[in-house]
């Protein structure tokens, strides 16, 4: 007698192709979400130049009075220069505007006080909040070649 073929091993095995569908995922919705959430920020965003820092106050530090030192002032005219002044902005405004003629100035300035007052031998440079970094240090190293000089500081010059 012939038997039949046994179908019921066949009905067990799952199929292979069912299997793949399920593995697979359409992911161009996530593709098209990722691209309308870019061109949103890029939209929205602002692209402003940053701000100067708030600077904290020092926590520690002496201070250096202006009486017995030489002052060097820096202020910022109206197109964002800075104009720089013999004394705490009462005093006289460098005379020349090139870097160079400005740096010789700042020299014989604090060297002819050091001359008067040997005991003046040190610099206080106070700067409004909105100098440049730059011109700071500028004037910083003009004043490093006085080899007179014996301590520099850098404040910020009070708002009355």
Do not use: W
């Not at 992911?27 to 600077?55: E, N, Y």
């Not at 006289?92 to 050091?114: F, N, P, R, T």
């Not at 040997?118 to 409004?128: P, Q």
């Amino acid at each position: 007698m012939a038997t039949a073929p046994d179908n019921s091993q066949d009905a067990t095995i799952p199929s292979r192709r069912k299997n793949l569908d399920d593995a697979e995922m359409d992911i161009t919705p996530m593709i098209d979400i990722t691209f309308l959430l870019l061109i949103f920020f890029l939209v929205a965003s602002r692209m402003d130049t940053p701000s100067p820092p708030d600077l904290p106050i020092a926590k520690n530090g002496g201070s250096t009075g202006t009486r017995n030192a030489i002052v060097i002032s820096l202020k910022v005219n109206g197109k964002g220069d800075a104009l720089i002044y013999k004394g705490a902005g009462e005093g006289g405004e460098l005379k020349s505007k090139d870097h160079g003629a400005q740096e010789a100035e700042l020299v014989d300035y604090i060297e002819g006080e050091v001359r008067k007052d040997a005991s003046r031998n040190k610099v206080l440079i106070l700067g409004e909040k909105k100098v440049r970094q730059r011109d700071m240090d500028r004037v910083a190293r003009a004043i490093g070649k006085v080899t007179a000089v014996g301590e520099l500081h850098v404040g910020v010059m009070k708002v009355n």
